[in-house]
């Protein structure tokens, strides 16, 4: 590994700091190194705060060293004037010489505007280290950006027999399939992503709240597909712990593929991640449309014997870890 590639993969530790809290806005992080010693770091504020390259600036107190320093950021430095000053324009101001960049930020606002800026005041830049690693890093980002739509994460958790739910039930509750750790973790990853989205079924079958509570963090915007507005204001999902967009017969046609139309309804809505958490019927929608980036599928120890079958999908296996009596298979699309 080059030193180039140690620190950028410093710079991508660190960014992680900012997960569910910089969106919109990328989850960048910086370095700055002197003599080949790191001497200041920084990661993007809540959104409307610093982006990563200034909190690093501002962290070295002995200024001077800056002129005979590398920066290091996992995302091209912004070019453009927004909810703060390019962070371009800040590194030429304090004389930085030498830029190393990830990946480039494909933004129209700036896609190459801020290298530009930058070589064009003297800086050397170099470009493209662990460029596949940073842009899997800023998945959520470019997936907003490019495809003009959220980064799309599917959910659920089945049987050993492959059910994920079972056909009756006395209570209107949820039936666990896996264990409190699991459950656990999937609080952690509603804090992580900008909404979550269930349809009618879930919501009259279980009454979930869909918030975090078992997890420190913001609780994501509630999506719920709810055709014919049947759903009333008693059920959890529409009380005040967090904002609820309700999709019905007269925001999309459910008469046309209805996937790719709320994509395009929660990408106007400034949203660039979300997860699909049931129930199965929601979860094929999106999978017979081919529109979804990963797929988290937790398998329980439980047998129903019988029930509603868990969604059909192929994809690749990138990961399997065990919790505790629960598997967890993470997938990307193929």
């Not at 600036?57 to 800056?66: G, P, T, V």
């Not at 398998?299 to 192929?314: D, V």
Request: with cysteine.
């Amino acid at each position: 590994m080059t030193s180039h590639e140690t620190y950028i993969k410093r710079c991508l530790q660190i960014a992680k700091n900012g997960l569910g809290i910089t969106r919109p806005n990328p989850m960048v992080g910086a370095v700055i190194v002197y003599n080949d010693q790191i001497i200041a770091e920084g990661f993007t504020s809540a959104y409307g705060g610093n982006h990563a390259e200034v909190n690093a600036i501002n962290a070295e107190k002995d200024q001077s060293l800056l002129a005979e320093s590398t920066i290091y950021v996992t995302l091209e430095p912004c070019s453009h004037y927004g909810k703060t000053p390019p962070c371009s324009d800040l590194i030429v101001r304090n004389n930085i010489p030498n830029v190393v960049i990830g990946c480039i930020d494909d933004n129209p606002e700036v896609a190459g505007k801020g290298i530009a800026k930058l070589r064009a005041s003297g800086c050397k830049v170099t470009v493209g280290v662990l460029k596949d690693e940073c842009k899997a890093h800023h998945k959520r980002f470019f997936t907003f950006h490019n495809k003009k739509r959220p980064y799309i994460i599917l959910k659920w958790a089945e049987t050993s027999d492959g059910f994920i739910a079972p056909l009756k039930k006395d209570e209107q509750k949820p039936v666990w399939i896996t264990n409190q750790y699991s459950r656990q973790l999937v609080h952690k990853w509603r804090a992580e992503e900008q909404a979550i989205l269930v349809g009618t079924n879930t919501v009259e079958a279980d009454n979930p709240s869909l918030t975090v509570r078992d997890w420190s963090g913001d609780n994501p915007i509630r999506v719920v597909l709810d055709r014919t507005s049947k759903l009333n204001s008693d059920y959890a999902i529409f009380n005040d712990d967090a904002k609820t967009i309700r999709i019905t017969s007269e925001t999309i046609d459910f008469k046309k593929p209805i996937a790719i139309q709320i994509a395009t309804l929660l990408h106007a809505d400034n949203i660039n991640s979300v997860i699909i958490e049931g129930g199965s019927q929601t979860l094929q929608t999106f999978i017979d449309e081919e529109l979804w980036d990963e797929a988290r599928v937790f398998i329980g120890k439980t047998e129903f014997k019988s029930g509603i079958n868990a969604p059909q999908f192929s994809g690749d296996l990138i990961s399997e870890t065990n919790i505790k009596n629960d598997t967890l298979k993470i997938y990307a699309k193929d």
